[in-house]
């Protein structure tokens, strides 16, 4: 175990590969092109109140919290689910931040969430001196939120002002990001880094391995940015179809492949389908992936 009694200097060493992992993380995932119905370089897909230099601005706002989230999980003793406490008011004021840059836009509100938890959980591992992998960070996400995720559920009636997630959950009974992160990020696990990773062991650009494990994610992900918009019926039977017919195709290591997801992007835009989950589980997938490769077994 890493010395209490690390300084500065000593601690900032230990984190800021874990920081620029999780800021890569969320700059590769607005970069990443083509990102059916969401922004890209290409254009703002299904979005009217947002561009690309806007999630440039937007990550700027929130990049700093990304290291006092893992200095929150670095210095935490005790049982991890209280750790989650420690870490709420770092994500309260990571929001504000964002809504003061954006000027109120929902920009990176689940990426503030999930990406908080991997930078906390994968700080308390650091801690613990040993090597880890994508596996340890996923379980541990889970062991610090899955209580307080299920104490929230719970009480989510009794609550005046929902949320659009807590209003879906009541309605369909779909947990979205919460419930992806108190399962250990299954989606990350089963479909974004084997599609990352797979893709950059088989010769595709970093950039196509993105696109890649976006459609992966796309394919499982019960994504209630889609089902705000619209309905369940077009997240399992448009969404996920669409996602898995290109896959089928090839995906981005083939021509069909990419004209179909290419045609997703128009096809999502002119339905205004955007796929806002996806997204935020990108960033966190080549997040826990850049971690993994520093820190590994």
């Known amino acids: 175990m890493y010395s209490l009694f690390l300084n500065n200097r000593d601690l900032n060493s230990l984190l800021l590969p874990l920081y620029e992992a999780a800021v890569s993380g969320m700059l590769l995932e607005v970069s990443t092109t083509p990102k059916p119905g969401l922004v890209d370089r290409n254009n703002s897909g299904a979005h009217r109140d947002m561009d690309f230099n806007l999630f440039m601005r937007s990550t700027a706002s929130i990049s700093f919290y990304m290291y006092e989230f893992a200095k929150a999980g670095f210095n935490h003793d005790g049982d991890l689910k209280e750790l989650i406490y420690k870490i709420k008011p770092i994500g309260i004021k990571a929001e504000e931040n964002m809504f003061k840059e954006t000027h109120g836009v929902n920009t990176q509100k689940g990426i503030i969430y999930l990406m908080g938890l991997v930078c906390s959980a994968s700080g308390f591992l650091i801690k613990q001196g040993n090597p880890f992998n994508s596996e340890d960070i996923c379980s541990t996400v889970s062991n610090i939120c899955k209580d307080q995720v299920e104490d929230e559920l719970k009480s989510i009636s009794k609550k005046e002002n929902l949320s659009s997630g807590e209003r879906i959950y009541l309605k369909c009974g779909i947990r979205g990001v919460r419930g992806e992160a108190s399962k250990g990020l299954p989606c990350v696990a ?70 179909a997801i290419t045609g997703m992007d128009k096809l999502f835009i002119e339905k205004n389908v955007s796929p806002g989950g996806a997204a935020d589980l990108l960033a966190v997938t080549y997040a826990i992936y850049d971690i993994e490769n520093k820190y590994k077994k």
Do not use: C, W
Request: cysteine-free; hydrophobic content about 40%; charged content about 25%.
């Open 190 to 259: 089963l479909k974004g880094l084997p599609f990352l990773k797979g893709g950059l062991l088989r010769g595709l650009s970093l950039n196509d391995s993105m696109v890649q494990s976006l459609i992966g994610i796309m394919s499982l992900v019960e994504d209630t940015t889609v089902i705000s918009r619209h309905n369940t019926d077009v997240l399992y039977n448009f969404v996920h179809i669409k996602a898995k017919e290109a896959l089928d195709l090839g995906g981005m290591f083939t021509k069909e492949g990419k004209e």
